[in-house]
Nanobody, 115 residues
């Protein structure tokens, strides 16, 4: 069973930065999209940022200009650089990898931004 392993979450003050990383426990064939979702208490899981195998990206309006997603296709690793963090960014962040036949999820990593 392939697992996505996330790292880099934690507690940071407003205005600070964090970098999340996600890699599969073993190689996944033909990943189309990799991305990050988040879920705050009492809210639905929402897309934060997504990157295709071509390198094209998609961001939630709330994080545009502050977050940057990148990907290392040779390692099937995806990163999320989060700058100018706000308390509203507090959530559990989940890594996602999408192929034609499977949708993989990480276990989630907590990001807490204090005011």
């Amino acid at each position: 069973q392939v697992q996505l392993v996330e790292s880099g979450g934690g507690l940071v003050q407003a205005g600070g930065s964090l970098r999340l990383s996600c890699a599969p426990s073993r190689s996944i064939f033909s990943i189309n999209y990799m991305g990050w979702y988040r879920q705050a208490p009492g809210k639905q899981r929402e897309l934060v940022a997504q990157i295709a195998s071509t390198g094209s990206t998609n961001y939630a309006d709330s994080v545009k200009g502050r977050f940057t997603i990148s990907r290392d296709n040779t390692k099937n690793t995806v990163y999320l650089q989060m700058d100018s963090l706000k308390p509203d960014d507090t959530a559990v962040y989940y890594c996602n990898a999408n192929t034609v036949i499977m949708n993989y999820w990480g276990q989630g990593t907590q990001v807490t931004v204090s005011s």
